[in-house]
Every structure is written in C-alpha cells, then in structure tokens.
C-alpha cells in the first residue's frame, strides 16, 4: 500500500459534510483532517501498487457533492524520529 494525500477545499459551510461522507463512502481513507488555509481539509489515502492515482482523486474524491477543488501530494519517504515525542 502506498500513501497519498489529498488536500480538498469545499463549498462554503460544507467541509463537515464531506468529510462525513468521506469517512462513510472512502475505503482507502486513513485520516481526514480540518485544515486552515486555502484547503479546508487534508485526506491520508493508502491505494494499492496498482491504483491509478489520478482516477482514484477524480472518481471517489472530487465527486463527493461540496467538493470544489483537491490538490493531491505524492510523497517517496517517511522519516520517524526512532520512538522520540
């Protein structure tokens, strides 16, 4: 499985909404947050090898009802801090 994220802006009044429906409907869906910014929110994904990226941001992201702009981060690694807080 391999992360992407998914940074989302909503209609006004809506980020609540899509991120309930995201949480209901996104099986790839690990974390959704409430961001402040130019987005409203920040979705952690994990998709298959094989999963098309850009199909999986247009078909089950973009069409949730209140989306109205996503701008998707492909990362290469993850740092841990060995344990530390």
């Known amino acids: 499985m391999r992360p992407i994220f998914v940074m989302i ?5 809506r980020a609540y909404e899509v991120a309930r429906v ?3 409907t996104i ?8 961001t402040s910014g130019q987005y ?7 998709l298959q090898p094989d999963e098309d990226t ?7 992201v973009q069409t949730i ?3 109205r702009d996503t701008y998707t981060l492909i990362t ?5 801090d060995g344990g530390r807080s």
């Open 9 to 13: 802006k909503c209609e006004m009044g």
């Open 22 to 24: 995201a949480a209901d």
């Open 27 to 34: 099986e790839q869906l690990s974390e959704l947050h409430s």
């Open 40 to 46: 409203d929110l920040l979705g952690k994904f994990y």
């Open 54 to 60: 850009g199909l999986f941001v247009t078909e089950k």
């Open 65 to 67: 009802p209140g989306v």
């Open 76 to 80: 290469f690694n993850a740092f841990l």
